[in-house]
Each structure stands twice: as C-alpha cells, then as structure tokens.
C-alpha cells in the first residue's frame, strides 16, 4: 500500500488519529516567534496548521493524503481561518517563497534515505535568515527500525538531527520515548525514541 493510500484510509476510519490540538514543541515555537509566514510539511490533520493559523500565522501545506488535506480544509472553514493548501509528495515539494518557519513532525521516516538528506536541504533554504525549523522525527532506537524495511528509510542516530543543524542555532533538543499510532503482533503500541528540534537560521 502507498503511503497516500495509508492515510487516506487512516484519515476516513478515524478523525484524529494523532491526538486534538498541536504537539508540545509547536506550541513551544511561540517562545520565538509570534507572526510570521510557516510552511508545514506534511500537515496529516492539520493539529499543528490549524494551532498556528489559529494564533495568526500566515500558514501553507502540503500533504500527500487526499483526505488529510480535506479535513484541513474543512476545520479551517469552520474556523474561519485561511490555510493555504497543496496535494503532494513530500519528496516533490516546491517552495515558492521563504518562510519564517518550515515544520515537520513525523514525516522523514517515509522518505529513503538520500530523498530525507534532500528535503532536510530544501527546508533549510526555503528559511528566511533568522527563521526557523521545528522537526520531529524517529530515530533508530525503537521497534519501527527493527522492521527490515525500515533501513531504507530516513532514520537518524542519537543527536545526528542536532548535528544536521551544526550551523544553526539549536534552541531546543529533546530525546525521548514515545508510544506510536501502530502496534505490534501482540496488539501493543510501538514504541520509539524520538528526536525533537528547534532550531534558528543565523
């Protein structure tokens, strides 16, 4: 199955398959920022999207789901806000313009391995000087790296997200074990270590 077909059926089975509202390191971006132009890649229901919408922020998206990007669309038309939608691969993505933040949460992990390396570089450009990136990604300390498939795909090691950004200016980094949306065999949520990052264009 596709990773567009993927969600597609997740986003139709279930409204808010990875919680209400925005991710703790989105929200904790207000401590830098407060208006401002953000691009987030691969926006999944738009928790983080609408959060920033909602708060001022001039927002845009890109998601590979169909249904995904429906439901943005359709919560922020309830909520009267004005998200900038587009329906595409992660690995296509065209910024027209420089943003104050570029966001991804738990999106690399789909891409290979030299396609991530590719988009961490995209991001980093399309940030204007003294933007920012907010990134969460999995590393390779959990059960979804232990799946043979899976080493072919962007995971990182212990600080290496920290180091892909050794010439910005990291604000926040944070380690830490996480329960995912999938289970195992026995029926038991994955658990992975996760890699949290904020980090400042110099």
């Known amino acids: 199955m596709t990773t567009k077909n993927h969600y597609n059926d997740l986003y139709k089975k279930e409204t808010d398959p990875f919680g209400v509202g925005p991710s703790k390191l989105t929200t904790m971006l207000l401590d830098y920022i407060s ?3 953000v691009y987030e890649i691969g926006a999944g229901n738009g928790r983080n999207s609408l959060f920033l919408a909602s708060k001022g922020f001039d927002v ?12 943005v669309e359709n919560k922020a038309k309830e909520l009267n806000l004005d998200i900038k939608t587009n329906t595409e691969d992660v690995r296509s993505v065209k910024f027209s313009k420089e943003y104050d933040v570029v966001l991804s949460t738990f999106v690399f992990h789909h891409l290979k391995v030299k396609e991530g390396f590719q988009v961490v570089s995209k991001i980093k450009e399309a940030t204007k000087k003294g933007g920012f990136n907010v990134i969460s990604v999995f590393t ?8 043979p498939i899976s080493k072919l795909f962007f995971y990182l090691e212990e600080n290496e997200l920290k180091d892909l950004y050794a010439d910005w200016d990291v604000l926040v980094y944070k380690e830490q074990e996480g329960t995912a ?3 195992r065999a026995d029926g038991t949520p994955m658990k992975n270590v996760l890699a949290h990052m904020i980090a400042r264009k110099p």
């Open 181 to 183: 949306h999938e289970t």
């Open 140 to 147: 390779k300390k959990g059960d979804f790296y232990k799946l």
């Open 35 to 37: 208006n401002g132009s």
């Open 60 to 71: 845009e998206i890109n998601d590979t789901s169909d249904a995904g990007i429906g439901a």
